[in-house]
């Protein structure tokens, strides 16, 4: 086993892995979960929607909401702590769409849980196997009474949904139980989760259980299989941190971090003295109080636990700064240990949650902006998702010398920083600071990034812009159904209260209308919200911009176009071709340098943009002016493979004098110059025959997930 231990749950208190999830704002759980590591939990995603108050099936990711898991320790108490989703893999029906209101399966539904959890209060991480038919199973309330446990038998196993029957006598599932693990009594071991039950037949009319019957299905519940879990885990990348393999002597830094321990930490007493603050801040028990862990079972220990090196060199760094950097340029040559120590994770996180949301919900804009050459986001759209991204990738710097360059998650929170009021500010600074000097990073070079920083805040708080989403999908022949948005800064907020009701285009505009007066201007020289419109690729020629309000008895006609600047984002066909989003994001970084790529063949293969737009990555603005059903091509393969700005005039087939006209105005200036475009088409048709549409997709400010009808490919 080693010298340091891993905690060991009490004997056969298998209950001790399931926990409880609860709202913020309410006592009674919403359902269990499963304790998957020191700091993480995993359950069912409808459980966290039941809890912040959705839908049970809502797909869309949680933002920075916060729940509550309680743990039970060793000694049988109950630790609450709160907790955040880090990767969402949402319910789905079978053919990737929403589920029904009614649905009795599906599939998806998982949700890990970031806890903030002190050292030592979940339990180790338990054993996992593989589901099958006929293993004795058992699960447990989420409020974590013994007396709940109830007995199960798996069924089936042999695709994503296993089905399990009760016994006959002790409790039976329900509600509560969806999200905890699925205990295998005979291997001692996780196979599943719980996920949901079938209740007995209700009258269609009445809603009251019908008598009972033979007939009726009985104790029967349904759950994930573990090989299930895990194939979708790390679609999502969330099980990389658990799929290390041991460090062994062959290991470069295995041999590295043993002869910098062994050279470094001499004595007995000193050796033994930091190996206990070690385990005691990993959370893991140790060998004991006279001999210390020898330099191979050091070394091991640290390419075991992610954040055991960066918590020894935390330790070390002012008595031995020379054994610190060795120790950390041997770890990186491992992936296992993460950026932070135990305490630099947890401080920062608290630090976080002290941080207004409006400066949260523009994290990852400040990370293309601090990081502007990174690798792609991670899968996940979380917050601690992007965290945990940002603490694998290495540093950077301009400096000449052997100094060590600045972490990535250093910068980023420098750019946030910069973005924070002052008290914020100051607290992340210390943190930074703190970090940079257990590195051994020198001040120099921490000041040239929280200079770039301060430098980008002041170019961001200029451009900024309150914005109105909306999407727009058809209903019947003439009426549209909405779904709104608006976004002062902090990310989109759900405005619309009806998703149901289907509008003319007049009723439409006025809805909208109706929302952007409710916006008060920031400032009183602020610019006017800028109205993006969510489509679908049947939706981008869609006049949106020419609707108009006007009711009877008022004096202004209210035409959307022109009193807004109007832009088109299709996020069905990003969504469709992934591979492009890295791309996207590096273009929409170059908007202010990029070249313009003119399209006006009207014999031209739709095929050739694609190879010259893979030739110039540089570009970020297409202007096309080709006849129709070439041109709706040549946009869609655009937007497709990531040109963040696309303009055409839906009105001609070629020459037109919208497109030429829109040339002379800068990319970043467009929304505005196709505003005024459209009111001198509405003063002098004749000068201005074009209609232009300007499809707009800001790589820095995040989209709502849709549920969109994706047509075929071929469509």
């Not at 907020?493 to 505009?509: H, L």
């Amino acid at each position: 086993m080693g010298w340091f231990r891993a905690p060991l749950p009490p004997f056969h208190d298998h209950a001790r892995y399931a926990v409880s999830i609860s709202g913020p704002d309410s006592g009674a759980a919403s359902g269990a979960g499963l304790v998957l590591g020191a700091d993480t939990v995993l359950t069912c995603a409808h459980v966290v929607n039941d809890a912040l108050g959705r839908h049970p099936f809502d797909m869309q990711t949680p933002g920075l909401d916060e729940l509550h898991v309680v743990i039970r320790t060793p000694a049988d108490g109950r630790q609450r702590c709160t907790a955040r989703v880090a990767h969402w893999i949402p319910p789905r029906a079978k053919d990737g769409g929403p589920v029904p209101h009614h649905a009795d399966e599906w599939l998806g539904d998982l949700a890990v849980l970031r806890v903030d959890a002190p050292p030592g209060a979940a339990p180790a991480l338990p054993d996992r196997i593989a589901l099958r038919a006929g293993q004795e199973v058992r699960a447990w309330h989420a409020s974590g009474r013994d007396a709940t446990f109830a007995d199960l038998t798996v069924k089936t196993d042999d695709g994503p949904i296993a089905y399990l029957d009760g016994a006959a006598t002790g409790m039976a599932v329900g509600p509560g139980y969806s999200g905890g693990p699925l205990w295998a009594l005979e291997e001692e071991a996780v196979v599943g989760l719980v996920a949901a039950h079938f209740m007995p037949p209700r009258d269609a009319a009445t809603g009251v259980p019908q008598p009972h019957s033979p007939q009726h299905l009985i104790r029967r519940s349904w759950g994930i299989p573990w090989q299930h879990i895990e194939a979708e885990l790390r679609a999502v990348g969330a099980l990389e941190a658990e799929e290390t393999a041991p460090a062994t002597p062959d290991d470069h830094a295995f041999g590295l971090l043993t002869a910098a321990i062994d050279e470094g930490l001499r004595t007995s007493s000193e050796r033994i003295d930091i190996a206990h603050r070690l385990a005691r801040a990993c959370g893991v028990e140790h060998g004991g109080q006279v001999t210390p862990p020898t330099a191979e079972e050091f070394a091991a220990f640290l390419l075991r636990h992610p954040r055991a090196l960066p918590t020894l060199t935390g330790y070390l760094r002012r008595d031995h700064p020379e054994v610190t950097d060795r120790i950390l340029v041997a770890g990186h040559l491992s992936r296992v240990p993460r950026l932070l120590s135990s305490r630099e994770h947890h401080e920062l996180h608290r630090m976080l949650r002290g941080i207004d949301r409006a400066v949260l919900g523009r994290f990852a804009e400040a990370v293309r902006a601090a990081l502007p050459l990174a690798a792609a986001f991670p899968r996940s759209e979380t917050l601690d998702a992007l965290i945990g991204h940002l603490e694998s990738l290495p540093g950077d710097g301009r400096s000449d010398d052997d100094a060590p360059r600045v972490p990535a998650l250093l910068r980023v929170l420098e750019y946030v920083g910069a973005l924070c009021q002052p008290t914020q500010r100051a607290s992340q600074r210390l943190w930074s600071d703190g970090v940079a000097a257990r590195l051994g990073i020198p001040r120099s070079v921490l000041a040239e990034r929280r200079a770039d920083a301060h430098e980008w805040a002041h170019v961001v708080r200029k451009r900024s812009r309150v914005r109105v989403l909306v999407q727009v999908t058809g209903a019947e022949p003439g009426r549209y159904r909405l779904r709104i948005w608006c976004d002062e800064g902090t990310g989109p907020r759900q405005v619309s209260t009806d998703t149901s009701v289907a509008y003319s285009a007049r009723e439409a505009a006025r809805e909208l209308l109706r929302v952007l007066e409710s916006l008060a201007p920031a400032a009183a020289d602020a610019e006017r919200p800028l109205v993006e419109v969510l489509v679908d690729r049947a939706g981008l020629n869609l006049p949106v911009d020419e609707w108009d309000g006007q009711a009877p008895g008022q004096i202004v006609p209210g035409v959307l176009g022109v009193e807004f600047p109007l832009v088109v984002h299709c996020p069905e066909l990003l969504r469709r071709h992934e591979r492009f989003l890295p791309d996207w994001r590096r273009r929409w970084n170059l908007l202010d340098t990029g070249a313009t790529l003119v399209v006006s063949d009207a014999s031209l293969d739709p095929n050739r943009i694609y190879y010259e737009l893979m030739d110039r990555l540089d570009t970020v603005r297409v202007s096309v002016d080709a006849p129709g059903d070439l041109r709706d091509r040549i946009v869609q393969i655009c937007l497709a493979v990531g040109i963040p700005v696309v303009v055409w005039d839906r009105a001609r087939d070629k020459d037109s004098h919208a497109v030429e006209r829109l040339a002379e105005v800068a990319t970043r200036e467009l929304p505005d110059g196709v505003r005024s475009y459209r009111a001198n088409t509405m003063l002098r048709p004749g000068e201005y025959p074009g209609r232009p549409v300007l499809a707009w997709a800001d790589a820095d400010r995040t989209v709502p997930r849709l549920h969109l009808t994706e047509p075929q490919e071929s469509a």
